[in-house]
């Protein structure tokens, strides 16, 4: 059975950088996508980029995924309908897909959400970071048969990144 290993935990506690961190174990190309602070720019904006990287993919208007505070939600909801659908698409036939990561504001990608499940269904392992919110969404990647959620905490992220092996890993 396909385990899908997911982070979650505080902000700020070092759950992306641990899933950098177990990306560089992977001997293969990953796909999916990861979200990326946008820093000088407006506060609370957030880009997305695609996976592999291959190349750096600087904030532009392609990219930008929603401003915190700001965006609307119809707004978010496209931007992640358009930019995560289009990188779990891209990601066709990798060994391991990134969904670096999931929060709140999918509420409303319908097309996004419907992806995501449907990959937890899939064969291909996922590495990924869940929010902590209040989120139905959420809920149901977590409750999922096949994730395993693991709790990241500034006590913990040490052991944890010597401990963890990414999905489908012997």
Known sequence: MTKHLFLTGPKGVGKSTLVRTLLGQYPGTPGGFYTKR????IPGVYSVHLLPADRPEPPSADNLLFCCGSAGRQAAAANFDRLGCAALARSAGAGLLVMDELGPHEAEARAFRAMVLAALEGETPILGVLQRADSPFLAQIAAH?????VEITAETRS???RQLRLPGSR
């Open 38 to 41: 946008v820093t000088g720019v």
């Open 145 to 149: 048969p096949q994730v395993e959620l």
């Open 159 to 161: 052991a944890l990144a």
